[in-house]
């Protein structure tokens, strides 16, 4: 069974940042496709970031472009979002999400959640 733990979340001024991790005691880490969610206040559930096993590629929804990072690191099993220029409109319960994949490629279907961590940007 895949367990994810996030780590990271807080509360933070606006424009400032926080990175969030997730880790992951599953022995096949290399072969998941790794991803970022969050859900706001009265909101749906939606994709932030997404990386490949291999982290070769990165995608992002819009609102997130040039201000947020995912990277992974398969020697640790752990999959980070780096925050910068965080907004209000950032605060949310951000999820980490995971799919085995058998090629290296983009996903959008993950079927592996965590508990999810709070991120609240004060304005």
């Known amino acids: 069974q895949v367990q994810l733990v996030e780590s990271g979340g807080g509360l933070v001024q606006a424009g400032g940042s926080l990175r969030l991790s997730c880790s992951t005691s599953?022995?096949?880490?290399?072969?998941?496709?790794m991803g970022w969610f969050r859900r706001a206040p009265g909101l749906e559930r939606e994709f932030v970031a997404g990386?490949?096993?291999?982290?070769?590629?990165?995608y992002y929804t819009d609102s997130v472009k040039d201000r947020f990072t995912i990277s992974r690191d398969n020697a640790k099993n752990t999959v980070y979002l780096q925050m910068n220029g965080l907004k209000p409109e950032d605060t949310a319960v951000y999820y980490c999400?995971?799919?085995?994949?058998?090629?290296?490629?983009?996903?959008?279907?993950?079927?592996?959640w965590g508990q999810g961590t709070q991120v609240t940007v004060s304005s």
């Open positions: 990386i490949t096993w291999s982290g070769n590629i990165t």
């Open positions: 599953v022995l096949t880490f290399k072969n998941y496709a």
């Open positions: 999400a995971a799919r085995w994949t058998l090629l290296d490629t983009i996903v959008y279907d993950f079927d592996r």
